[in-house]
Antibody, heavy 119, light 108 residues
Framework: EVQLGESGGGLVQPGRSLRLSCAASGFTFDDYAMHWVRQAPGKGLEWVSGITWNSDTIIYADSVKGRFTISRDNAKNSLYLQMNSLRAEDTAFYYC????????????WGQGTLVTVSS | EIVLTQSPGTLSLSPGERATVSCRASQSVSSSHLAWYQQKPGQAPRLLIYDASSRATGIPDRFSGSGSGTDFTLTISRLEPEDFAVYYCQQHGSAQYTFGQGTKLEIK
């Protein structure tokens, strides 16, 4: 069974940093690109960032470019999101999601971790 | 950036009725780059439809997707009580992914 589990969320002050993790199991992690998608409380979905299976292609939404860094460790079946210079508008549930090799969609999602940026 | 606009914002229907959700793109989208998701309160999104018209694993056949170019549609043929949720379309293009703003399907 495919499982994705996010961790690392919490309350953080504006301008500070936070690192999210996503632990994957039930599939061959290094066969898949992985992404982060976020959702502000009560709002819609916003794609954040994606990384290919071997980390050779990394993409970001304009709203986080230069502040967030996505990475992965295939040996640990883990995906990460380093978030720097956090702003109030970064407050959201952050989901990790799997992208199939042959598709441009997300077939499995974690349950999300909440990041709250507030003083 | 391609903007996806869903309509209606809220759809009020009864179980057994047919639901139709529209997703209009600001530029043409490849059909193989259009997907639909369902999200219930407190849950992560669930993939329903990919490549505009292919049902994901385990999705009942009352869910169908259609469309091409800039106009795409999600149809639920006969609503079941568990179908009342929020639905999102999503596209990929130019190394970016965007979602529609969501359509809330509520019980009338």
């Amino acid at each position: 069974e495919v499982q994705l589990g996010e961790s690392g969320g919490g309350l953080v002050q504006p301008g500070r940093s936070l690192r999210l993790s996503c632990a994957a199991s039930g599939f061959t992690f290094d066969d898949y690109a992985m992404h982060w998608v976020r959702q502000a409380p009560g709002k819609g979905l916003e794609w954040v960032s994606g990384i290919t299976w071997n980390s050779d292609t990394i993409i970001y939404a304009d709203s986080v470019k230069g502040r967030f860094t996505i990475s992965r460790d295939n040996a640990k079946n883990s995906l990460y999101l380093q978030m720097n210079s956090l702003r109030a508008e970064d407050t959201a549930f952050y989901y990790c999601a799997r992208r199939p090799r042959s598709g441009w969609y997300f077939d499995y999602w974690g349950q999300g971790t909440l990041v709250t940026v507030s003083s | 950036e391609i903007v996806l606009t869903q309509s209606p914002g809220t759809l009020s229907l009864s179980p057994g009725e047919r639901a139709t959700v529209s997703c209009r793109a600001s530029q043409s989208v490849s059909s193989s780059h259009l997907a639909w998701y369902q999200q219930k309160p407190g849950q992560a999104p669930r993939l329903l439809i990919y490549d505009a018209s292919s049902r994901a694993t385990g999705i009942p056949d009352r869910f169908s997707g259609s469309g091409s170019g800039t106009d795409f549609t999600l149809t639920i043929s006969r609503l079941e009580p568990e179908d009342f949720a929020v639905y999102y379309c999503q596209q990929h293009g130019s190394a970016q992914y965007t979602f529609g703003q969501g359509t809330k399907l509520e019980i009338k």
